[in-house]
């Protein structure tokens, strides 16, 4: 990661000498720095010290170690390697994975967290910080594209060559209930780095979460339990005749997070649903949330939950590979979501 940020240092340098501001990527000091930050923005219901105790075990998760960045823009570009260089004026991350095109294997990648400090607001750094990191990510080998999910609408990101997709929420209350009943099997948290079953045949493109991303979702769950002492979900899944899903628990937010599914039909999607419903209620959570796909919207069975549009979570692409448009991005599971 290092001597990757000294790469980007040395090709923005060009910039540099333009704006005054510089790519970088943090140590691991930068980190711990701008989480004591954007505690206000994205702690809820947690301490400073808790909150960056929740991002020490993220960053720990095999899946991050293997694939994320955390990037800087900074003032006085000129800096040596890490972090060195003048006063950070915006912040994001990436998250590296795989994903194919035309049958092709390549690479995507994820923006989450672009953060400006609110006395630093209104200069647009943080539309510099998303053109600089995108520029860096498209020189990847096989890089296909570069998503994000907006919680502060489109304008934003669109300046910066990024389209919206259309999304909707499917939701639905949690109920009483035994979990297991009619399911043929409840999943093991354990089960889920090592048993991720294919995506859909048939697309273009798609972005497929591995294992071990799931399983971040679920190291969330387990960092919020601990931290606020609220019970687990029994379980990560479920399976019933061709469909299945896999979940983890959003206890800051009172909701069963639907990460995945496949196999859908309408009477194992039904079946599922209904588990994590039972699911939800063991674990104390009000509700059930499954983000939109072509395939669950197909498949999903009459009367159960409402059908949302949805402006948070936004999913938005910009496309590197000339052969990739932005329609051709229409599986976006919540697992893809960081």
């Not at 219901?45 to 990037?71: C, D, F, I, N």
């Amino acid at each position: 990661m290092r001597g990757y940020g000294r790469r980007v240092q040395r090709e923005e340098r060009g910039d540099v000498e333009q704006d005054g501001l510089g790519l970088f990527v943090a140590t691991d000091e930068d980190k711990v720095a701008r989480d004591r930050l954007t505690h206000d923005a994205w702690g809820a219901k947690l301490s400073v010290e808790q909150y960056l105790e929740r991002e020490a075990r993220l960053r720990a998760h095999p899946w991050t170690r293997a694939g994320m960045t955390t990037w800087l823009l900074r003032e006085g570009g000129a800096g040596g390697a890490g972090g060195a260089g003048g006063r950070v004026v915006a912040s994001c991350e990436s998250f590296r994975s795989p994903s194919t095109l035309d049958g092709r294997a390549g690479t995507s990648f994820a923006i989450a967290s672009v953060y400006t400090e609110p006395s630093l607001r209104g200069k647009g750094y943080a539309g510099v910080l998303m053109r600089r990191v995108a520029e860096a990510l498209a020189r990847q080998p096989s890089a296909h594209a570069v998503t994000l999910y907006s919680d502060v609408g489109a304008a934003l990101y669109e300046r910066a060559g990024y389209v919206a997709v259309p999304a909707f929420d499917r939701v639905l209350a949690a109920s009483a209930g035994d979990p297991a009943e009619g399911v043929d099997a409840l999943v093991d948290e354990r089960e889920l780095a090592s048993d991720v079953p294919p995506g859909p045949a048939g697309e273009r493109f798609l972005i497929w979460p591995t294992g071990a991303q799931l399983d971040w979702h679920v190291e969330r769950e387990r960092a919020y339990a601990a931290l606020l002492g609220r019970p687990r979900l029994v379980c990560a899944g479920a399976r019933a005749g061709t469909t299945w899903a896999r979940w983890c628990g959003n206890l800051k937010s009172g909701t069963l997070i639907v990460l995945l599914t496949g196999g859908e039909e309408p009477d194992g999607l039904a079946r599922v649903l209904r588990a994590a419903a039972r699911v939800a209620h063991r674990a104390e959570l009000a509700s059930v949330s499954v983000w939109e796909t072509p395939p669950l919207a197909a498949a999903w069975p009459a009367g159960v939950g409402t059908r949302i549009a949805r402006d948070g979570s936004l999913p938005m692409i910009r496309c590197f590979d000339a052969a990739l448009a932005p329609e051709d991005f229409r599986i976006v599971p919540r697992a893809l979501w960081v």
